[in-house]
Nanobody
């Protein structure tokens, strides 16, 4: 059974930084792409950043230049480095993984991020 477990969320002041981690465990088919999504109260879940199995990157316009997605495949871990955080970045952040050759995808349970003074 595949599990995605996020960590690293919390309360941070505007302008601060956090690094989220997502550990992928279980028998996930490789290679897989990984993403970070977020959902603020009252809003739909939105894509924040993506990294393909080959390392290609994609970011939402709202986080370009501030957030960095990366992956450490030997550790089965995906990271999201978040810098220059703003109150509008407040949300629950979810990790998502999609194997290239498997029809199912996987979600973590989310880690909350609150940006407030």
């Amino acid at each position: 059974q595949v599990q995605l477990v996020e960590s690293g969320g919390g309360l941070v002041q505007p302008g601060g930084s956090l690094r989220l981690s997502c550990v992928v465990s279980g028998s996930i088919f490789k290679p897989y792409a990984a993403d970070w999504y977020r959902q603020a109260p009252g809003n739909q879940r939105e894509l924040v950043a993506s990294i393909s199995s080959s390392g290609a990157l994609n970011y939402a316009d709202s986080v370009k230049g501030r957030f960095i997605i990366s992956r450490d495949d030997p550790k089965n871990t995906v990271y999201l480095q978040m810098n220059s955080l703003r109150p509008e970045d407040t949300a629950v952040y979810y990790c998502h993984a999609k194997p290239r050759t498997w029809p199912l995808d996987y979600w973590g349970e989310g880690t909350p991020v609150t940006v407030s003074s």
